[in-house]
């Protein structure tokens, strides 16, 4: 069993900062990218960013340059570092992580269960 457990949402003022974290816990022999998504009422989960194990990172247009995604593997952590933040950026944010399982090393995606984001104009 696999958890993927996010904190650090909240509302915020625009232009202002939040740091979201997410923490994969559970059966893991290693984990692969991990990322972050978005989705708000009536749309798509979108992406936000990506970062693989060996770090490298993909974010999604309309976050370019406002956030930075990190990762500490010895940990199993990925955090979003938003700065800079729009009206448009409220939505409800999900960790998302592949992961390999031990013994079979089959690799699962899994998502965490979603922390809101609400920005203020």
């Known amino acids: 069993q696999v958890q993927l457990v996010e904190s650090g949402g909240g509302l915020v003022q625009a232009g202002g900062s939040l740091r979201l974290s997410c923490v994969a816990s559970?059966?893991?022999?290693?984990?692969?990218?991990m990322g972050w998504y978005r989705q708000t009422p009536g749309k798509q989960r979108e992406l936000v960013a990506t970062v693989s194990s060996g770090g490298s990172t993909n974010y999604g247009d309309s976050v370019k340059g406002r956030f930075t995604i990190s990762r500490d593997n010895a940990k199993n952590t990925v955090d979003l570092q938003m700065n800079s933040l729009k009206p448009e950026d409220t939505a409800v944010y999900y960790c998302n992580a592949l992961i390999m399982a031990p013994i079979t090393y089959s690799v699962f995606q899994y998502w965490g269960q979603g922390t809101q984001v609400t920005v203020s104009s």
């Open positions: 559970g059966s893991i022999f290693s984990v692969n990218a």
